[in-house]
């Protein structure tokens, strides 16, 4: 009896690992994306390129035709989000520095866009610079405060980006409703930020606009995926690839369905290593990482790192990547003091209550306890609904001993375990 009672045990333990390692309820299927990402050519990709070919020949015989380097900046801009290559970025910005230069920053339209593009490489203080400039010469106000909004948030200037969307207020404005969709999300009312959305993609659907239902559905699939929405958002980035075959943002949230819901590595670790042919960023390393350590592969995981720190160091990223950086060194004890320096950088860029975690979270690994607290309780409880941040918040809490307050954000997070993912999941579990 006593050994049939062991048996039995061991194998409802077996089962009970099998389960959270395993889920049984299918949503994606190869024969659904599969052609996506056995493309061999890239539409988008080669239509800029032209452009740009045909633009920059117009130039080279009419140089002091200064509309043409907008439109070459514009295909540049394409090129970037098409291929994640950071130096077609630069290249843009290096096209609208002289377009600014030769209209004497006196025209509200290439401000703006050089404003965008910083948004892009993390400059923020840099992009609110210029948006307050636009903003003084007068014109286009609407469109100049749709970029103050965008800034303002980058910058947790909050207040201020309140401010920005009621200046814009229209409910059947395509612009105003993602950003009031935004603005709901960072309220933490996700069920109102996709209804927003909702909104939004049925303006692009009734003007039949195509890159506007792209960045709609995309971001559909992302939000149905927070909200735990598997299906809808497995749908949505579907439809992002009917339109847009090579969208990277669509199959990489394949990929996290295939790794975060289904658990399945193997189908997760192929998605990426295709797309990553064609949109090759550093980032796709560290979901690799991820991967491997769900799978208990510290090989695999270390030779991802690796590969991930070599790309920045052989290419320039800026502040890009700082966020990043910041949480891979305060996992580790080692580079815990790594982290804060980083932290304190980001705190400069953009003091936000995301900003503010990562430091709360390094000197939490520093084994300042303490002083984590402190910060968090300052900075981040009450002014952030980032799963990531109430998980950090809640380990704190734990480490200064105040358990009272992890049972409410361990519901929470539980709720969030598909956004944070299955290595965060067990973490959660032992709060």
Same mark, same amino acid.
């Given at each position: 009896m006593k050994t049939i009672k062991i048996l039995s045990i061991l194998?409802?333990?077996?089962?009970?690992?099998?389960?959270?390692?395993?889920?049984?309820?299918?949503? @994606?299927?190869?024969? !659904?994306?599969?052609?996506? =990402? #056995? @493309?061999?050519?890239?539409?988008?990709?080669?239509?800029?390129?032209?452009?740009?070919?045909?633009?920059?020949?117009? %130039?080279?015989?009419?140089?002091?035709?200064? $509309?043409?380097? $907008?439109?070459?900046?514009?295909?540049?801009?394409?090129?970037?989000?098409n291929t994640g290559n950071v130096k077609y970025l630069y290249k843009v910005e290096a096209l609208l520095l002289q377009v600014n230069k030769e209209y004497h920053y006196e025209t509200v339209g290439p401000i703006r866009s050089l404003g965008r593009n910083y948004i892009s490489q993390h400059r923020f203080r840099d992009a609110l610079v210029l948006a307050n400039k636009a903003l003084a010469i007068g014109e286009g106000?609407?469109?100049?405060?749709?970029?103050?909004?965008?800034?303002?948030?980058?910058?947790?200037?909050?207040?201020?980006?309140?401010k920005n969307l009621k200046y814009l207020n229209d409910s059947k404005d395509f612009?105003? =409703?993602?950003?009031?969709?935004?603005? +709901?999300?960072?309220?933490?009312?996700?069920?109102?930020?996709?209804?927003?959305?909702?909104?939004?993609?049925?303006?692009?659907?009734? +003007?039949?606009?195509? $890159?506007?239902?792209?960045?709609?559905?995309?971001?559909?699939?992302?939000? +149905?995926?927070?909200?735990?929405?598997?299906?809808?958002? %497995?749908?949505?980035?579907?439809?992002?690839?009917?339109l847009d075959p090579n969208n990277s943002y669509a199959l990489k949230g394949i990929a996290w369905i295939a790794f975060s819901y289904e658990r399945n590595t193997h189908e997760a670790k192929r998605i990426i290593?295709? @797309?990553?042919?064609?949109?090759? &960023?550093?980032?796709? %390393?560290?979901?690799?990482?991820?991967?491997? #350590?769900?799978?208990?592969?510290?090989?695999?995981?270390?030779?991802? *790192? +690796? #590969?991930?720190?070599t790309m920045l160091n052989t290419i320039n990223y800026g502040a890009m %990547?700082?966020?990043?950086?910041?949480?891979?060194?305060? !996992?580790?004890? $080692? &580079?815990?003091?790594?982290? *804060?320096?980083?932290?304190?950088? #980001?705190?400069?860029?953009?003091?936000?209550? !995301?900003?503010? !975690?990562?430091l709360a979270w390094s000197y939490y690994n520093l084994g300042d306890s303490k002083k984590a607290l402190e910060i968090a309780e300052k900075y981040v409880v009450g002014k952030s609904f980032e799963p990531k941040l109430n998980y950090h918040l809640a380990t704190i809490y734990k480490a200064n001993n105040m358990t009272a307050k992890i049972a409410p954000i361990k519901e929470e997070l539980l709720k969030s375990t598909f956004e944070l993912g299955p290595n965060l999941e067990k973490k959660i579990i032992s709060l």
């Open positions: 194998l409802f333990t077996a089962l009970l690992m099998l389960s959270c390692n395993q889920k049984s309820d299918k949503i @994606i299927a190869q024969k !659904d994306y599969n052609k996506y =990402l #056995e @493309i061999k050519d890239n539409k988008s990709r080669d239509f800029a390129q032209s452009e740009i070919n045909f633009w920059q020949k117009k %130039y080279d015989k009419v140089p002091n035709q200064t $509309s043409y380097l $907008s439109l070459l900046a514009s295909n540049y801009s394409k090129l970037f989000e106000m609407k469109e100049t405060q749709k970029l103050l909004f965008d800034v303002n948030m980058e910058l947790g200037n909050y207040t201020l980006a309140e612009d105003y =409703l993602i950003r009031v969709a935004k603005w +709901n999300d960072h309220l933490g009312d996700l069920k109102t930020a996709i209804s927003l959305m909702e909104k939004a993609k049925d303006i692009a659907i009734s +003007n039949d606009n195509k $890159s506007l239902k792209i960045w709609t559905y995309s971001n559909l699939g992302d939000f +149905n995926g927070h909200a735990g929405d598997i299906q809808k958002s %497995y749908e949505y980035y579907l439809k992002t690839l009917e290593d295709n @797309i990553s042919k064609r949109h090759h &960023t550093p980032d796709f %390393y560290l979901l690799k990482a991820q991967i491997a #350590e769900f799978e208990n592969n510290s090989t695999a995981k270390n030779k991802n *790192l +690796n #590969e991930y720190f %990547y700082n966020k990043y950086n910041t949480l891979i060194y305060a !996992d580790d004890k $080692s &580079t815990a003091a790594k982290a *804060l320096e980083i932290a304190k950088i #980001e705190i400069d860029h953009r003091p936000t209550p !995301d900003s503010y !975690d990562l």
